[in-house]
């Protein structure tokens, strides 16, 4: 398995919010979505894999010293950099959990067409995101997390 290098600050705050997600994965899950409904069984299996890739991002995790809060894929809780590869404007999203309180209009829900589609993805990625405003394209150029 590939090591992966975090700061004190990103690793803390990841193994912070796998304990959290975990304890509240079934809340989540109930809240956001109606029992034996597709969306139910999606949300589902968004939750699973999302634990599983957020134990191992913390498993394969060695401690640096320095001040680089990047991370290799996109956790609630990251400040992620995309390029719309339609008309090449930049733009920053922060992703936090469905009980965030949003303070600015960077900050999307998980559960979002945009959240959803980013979600656990690596920098240099491009995903389609089908929004209530139509089709968006975005290349992602960054991760950092910052927290909630």
Known sequence: MKQIVLSPHTFDGLLKHLVDVEERQNQIIEEFS??????????????????NQ????????????GTDD?????????LVQVI?????????????SP?????SNGDVSCLSPVG???????????????????MFRYEIQSIKYVGE
Request: hydrophobic share 35%; charged share 25%; proline share 3%.
């Open 34 to 51: 109606l029992k034996a409904t597709e969306e139910y069984r999606e949300y589902t299996n968004i939750f699973k894999n999302y634990l």
């Open 54 to 65: 957020l134990r191992g991002l913390v498993e394969r995790s060695n401690i640096n010293d």
């Open 70 to 78: 990047s991370i290799p894929i996109i956790t609630i809780g990251t």
């Open 84 to 96: 719309n590869t339609n008309n090449r404007k930049e733009h920053a999203f922060h992703i936090v």
């Open 99 to 103: 009980y965030y309180q949003r303070s």
């Open 116 to 134: 959803r589609a980013l979600l656990l993805r690596k920098a240099g990625e491009e995903v389609a995101v089908e929004a209530p405003g139509g």
